[in-house]
């Protein structure tokens, strides 16, 4: 089954018209990975620094065809070398584990994967691609997020709504959550535009509660499987220029060696990530209106949230 699905897998990603060596990307399968010092890399041909990470984190624009396209030529890619790989997934929370694992040992259909999973919206067109491979090479599939109502709940009450939960419950939060001074909160503060600063405090908390999350999922796994390396897939915010989840893993383990992936629109020489060029998402919103309606939308469902 494995011999067919990654022939079945390699003709499919041949098949349209990415070359992880073109230049100039035309359409929004199209990517370009660069090291770096800016030279242009295939992932046919990785350097040692990806091959040998204990971590690879890569990250993404939520819904970008290249994006996503080079995470699964990425997954095929590692899996060639002799390392146990894990696919480690922002898009699954700590308490669809289990639901993960049943799927993955065929004991479940994909329909129960993804309600009782809580899958995202655009699992079947973005993230299946990898569950389906990993499934299909006998790999594991770590669930390492934060669940989302949790972390709304602690936007809207800050780290006391921790205080509330069982035992059981808050193990499916990281144990530490700092939301002490640090280059990636102020990255936070200043992309804040409205509110006042302890809404905005607990804001952070909620966002780094995510990071944190994934972090301590990813070296707890590592601790009992040391000898695997871990593709971790999660939003470009996330990941990028060290902070957020890398910073969150090297606090927890520094011997670790983690690798970082951030999509680009263009790249630029000097840079401590690997760089994923990719044509720009579409802008989301043109009139001041339809940005105050996504907005009020938002704050609306917070406000219907009960946190208990």
Known sequence: M????????????????????????????DYQLYSPQGKQLSVDNLPANILDADVVLVGEWHTHAGVHRFQADLLQALSRTPKAITLSMEQFARPAQKVLNDYLN???????????????????????????????????VLAAN???PMVRCIG??????????????RQQVASEINTGPSAYKDKFMASMHH??????ERQYAAQVTWDETMAE???????DNPETQ???????????????????????????????????????????????????PPVR????????????ALTQRNDDLICE
Not at 156 to 169: I, M, N, Q, W
């Open 2 to 29: 494995r011999t067919l699905f990654t022939s079945v897998f390699s003709a499919l990603l041949l098949s349209g018209c990415v070359s992880s060596t073109t230049e100039l990307n035309t359409t929004y399968y």
């Open 106 to 140: 065929s004991r479940i259909g994909e329909q129960p994967l993804m309600s009782e999973g809580d899958a995202w919206p655009n699992y079947e067109s973005d993230y299946r691609p990898l569950v389906e491979f990993a499934k299909a090479n006998d790999m594991d």
């Open 146 to 148: 934060a669940p989302k």
């Open 156 to 169: 809207r009450e800050g780290l006391t709504y921790l205080d509330k939960l069982s035992a059981e419950r």
């Open 195 to 200: 509110g006042k600063p302890e809404q905005t």
């Open 217 to 223: 999922s990813i070296v707890n796994y590592l601790k």
């Open 230 to 280: 871990i593709l971790h897939i999660a939003g470009k915010f996330h990941i990028e220029d060290g902070l957020g989840t890398k910073a969150s893993i090297l606090r927890r383990n520094p011997t670790l060696k983690v690798v970082v992936i951030t999509p680009v629109t263009k790249s630029t020489q000097a840079k401590a990530d690997y760089q994923l060029a990719v044509l720009e």
């Open 285 to 296: 919103f043109v009139q001041r209106d339809n940005r105050l309606k996504a907005i009020h």
